[in-house]
T-cell receptor, first 114, second 118 residues
């Protein structure tokens, strides 16, 4: 089945540790995105990538890093510099479809840092 | 700057009632796209609809309908004869035409929590 997978679903880390969240898609989409969702709030864009080996900062990129070495994969690293990393992280992808296409989302990773 | 406002934080209805979720947006771009997503308790966002700024026709899909009015910068979503399975968080989102590319940054509203009671 075509779709986006994120692993793991739940992740626990100690403060001061870097952690990498996985995102893989088999939709053959060029663009991929990372969002953060905090309780009772909408989604905020962390990073996005329109093509392999290229990515741009979103609205809240500080304390995060990404790579895009393959079209299918867009991992997100939450570094120890991120002051408040506990949140729900969602990955999405979109393909060109004449104008701005809809984004398709993965199931998300809930990160808890203590 | 773009902004999406969903003034209703929570709505509670009884099954079979109709319910409308409001969405008001702000953008200076003349070409833009509006979206609605559903987020059930599982957490994954489910795409519902995409509408571009040049198409003001209302759309109906089963029990779902959308009313797009540029004059009031609104893109409201109505569920007719609501069901318990409609309980979820619903997000309205906006993307402007980023220089003609197909890859737009979405600006999300805060979401509306809809609870449908049996």
């Amino acid at each position: 089945d075509g779709g986006i997978t994120q692993s793991p679903k739940y992740l626990f880390r100690k403060e001061g540790q870097n952690v990498t969240l996985s995102c893989e898609q088999n939709l053959n989409h060029d663009a991929m995105y990372w969002y953060r969702q905090d309780p009772g709030q909408g989604l905020r864009l962390i990073y996005y990538s329109q093509i392999v080996n290229d990515f741009q900062k979103g609205d809240i990129a500080e304390g995060y890093s990404v790579s895009r070495e393959k079209k299918e994969s867009f991992p997100l690293t939450v570094t120890s510099a991120q002051k408040n990393p506990t949140a729900f992280y969602l990955c999405a992808s979109s393909g060109g479809s004449g104008g701005i296409g809809e984004q398709y989302f993965g199931p998300g990773t809930r990160l808890t840092v203590t | 700057a773009q902004k999406v406002t969903q003034a209703q934080t929570e709505i509670s209805v009884v099954e079979k009632e109709d319910v409308t979720l409001d969405c008001v947006y702000e953008t200076r771009d003349t070409t833009y796209y509006l979206f609605w997503y559903k987020q059930p308790p599982s957490g994954e966002l489910v795409f519902l609809i995409r509408r571009n700024s040049f198409d003001e026709q209302n759309e109906i899909s089963g029990r779902y309908s959308w009313n797009f009015q540029k004059s009031t910068s609104s893109f409201n979503f109505t569920i007719t004869a609501s069901q318990v399975v409609d309980s979820a968080v619903y997000f309205c989102a906006l993307a402007a035409n980023a220089g003609g590319t197909s890859y737009g940054k979405l600006t999300f509203g805060q979401g509306t929590i809809l609870t449908v009671h049996p």
